[in-house]
T-cell receptor, first 114, second 116 residues
Framework: EAQVTQNPRYLITVTGKKLTVTCSQNMNHEYMSWYRQDPGLGLRQIYYSMNVEVTDKGDVPEGYKVSRKEKRNFPLILESPSPNQTSLYFC????WGRGGDGYTFGSGTRLTVV | AQSVTQPDIHITVSEGASLELRCNYSYGATPYLFWYVQSPGQGLQLLLKYFSGDTLVQGIKGFEAEFKRSQSSFNLRKPSVHWSDAAEYFCAVGASRGSTLGRLYFGRGTQLTVWP
């Protein structure tokens, strides 16, 4: 089954403790992206990657890192999480250049930073 | 810069009534347009999309949307709402060219409540 898999689904952590949210897709998509969703703000893009070793900032990249060493994986790294990073996070992938077409979203990761 | 505006934060309708959710966008070229739905505690599901051609597009669950270039709008409609349509709805614009090609920009969402 074609899918984007995020782990974990739920995570509670403490301020300053480094964490990684994993994202993996099995569709051979070039394009992968991370979004955060906050009430009243919709989904905002954190980082995106157009292919292996090619990443770029989205609209809210502060406090996050990403890497794209393999085509299928696009982990989101919070080096020193803070409470304002409490949010619902979505990973997505698509074929490159399709203008948003064919986006497949993961099921989401609900992160709470205390 | 690309942007998507959903003017209505919250809409309440009675079951069986018609529905229209508004979406306006700002984009320098012809955009790709999408509507997504998110049920409570769930991920995002694509309702419909517009790339080109017929400006009235049909989607799943009985939804349709009309692209109006002159108004920079892509409003979502349904003739008769069901209680199961209660959810949050997001309009999105896909960048069709340039340095932002491939990016997807979302509106802030419209929460739909359906009264029995």
């Amino acid at each position: 089954e074609a899918q984007v898999t995020q782990n974990p689904r739920y995570l509670i952590t403490v301020t300053g403790k480094k964490l990684t949210v994993t994202c993996s897709q099995n569709m051979n998509h070039e394009y992968m992206s991370w979004y955060r969703q906050d009430p009243g703000l919709g989904l905002r893009q954190i980082y995106y990657s157009m292919n292996v070793e090619v990443t770029d900032k989205g609209d809210v990249p502060e406090g996050y890192k990403v890497s794209r060493k393999e085509k299928r994986n696009f982990p989101l790294i919070l080096e020193s999480p803070s409470p304002n990073q409490t949010s619902l996070y979505f990973c997505a992938s698509s074929l490159w250049g399709r203008g948003g077409d064919g986006y497949t979203f993961g099921s989401g990761t609900r992160l709470t930073v205390v | 810069a690309q942007s998507v505006t959903q003017p209505d934060i919250h809409i309440t309708v009675s079951e069986g009534a018609s529905l229209e959710l508004r979406c306006n966008y700002s984009y320098g070229a012809t955009p790709y347009l999408f509507w997504y739905v998110q049920s409570p505690g769930q991920g995002l599901q694509l309702l419909l999309k517009y790339f080109s051609g017929d400006t009235l597009v049909q989607g799943i669950k009985g939804f349709e949307a009309e692209f109006k270039r002159s108004q920079s709008s892509f409003n979502l409609r349904k003739p008769s709402v069901h209680w199961s349509d209660a959810a949050e709805y997001f309009c999105a614009v896909g960048a069709s060219r340039g340095s932002t090609l491939g990016r997807l920009y979302f509106g802030r969402g419209t929460q739909l409540t359906v009264w029995p």
